[in-house]
């Protein structure tokens, strides 16, 4: 199982960006997919996660300016990244909580993408 992600770049504060993270493999279900982000000198810290159910969790320092959505079709996950500030800044990864048969589960990581946030 492979996790590509895509979609960082160098955007200005107040700006916006989409991330995209497409796993694919020998996957039978995705449980969980999500964004995780690690800034230089920091821990990785979770962002979003979409859970199976449905259900969004974000990060508070996000909430009302980050959306995570599915297209589970196309095993994918994207994360729309509104009103940007420089503390955002770090590499973002993805996440997925992959169902290779009915009795194993397992976590695959994406290779992380930059997100800068300067004027």
């Known amino acids: 199982v492979q996790l590509q992600a895509s979609g960082g770049g160098l955007v200005q504060p107040g700006g916006s960006l989409r991330l995209s993270c497409a796993a694919s493999?020998?996957?039978?279900?995705?449980?969980?997919m999500g964004w995780y982000r690690q800034a230089p000198g920091k821990q990785r810290e979770s962002v979003a996660v979409?859970?199976?159910?449905?259900?969004?969790n974000y990060a508070d320092s996000v909430k009302g300016r980050f959306t995570i959505s599915r297209e589970n079709a196309k095993n994918t996950v994207y994360l729309q990244m509104n009103s940007l500030k420089p503390e955002d800044t770090a590499v973002y990864y993805c996440?997925?909580?992959?169902?290779?048969?009915?009795?194993?589960?397992?976590?695959?990581w994406g290779q992380g993408t930059l997100v800068t946030v300067s004027s």
């Open positions: 996440k997925a909580n992959v169902r290779i048969r009915t009795t194993l589960t397992l976590d695959y």
């Open positions: 493999g020998s996957i039978f279900s995705i449980d969980d």
């Open positions: 979409a859970i199976g159910s449905g259900i969004a």
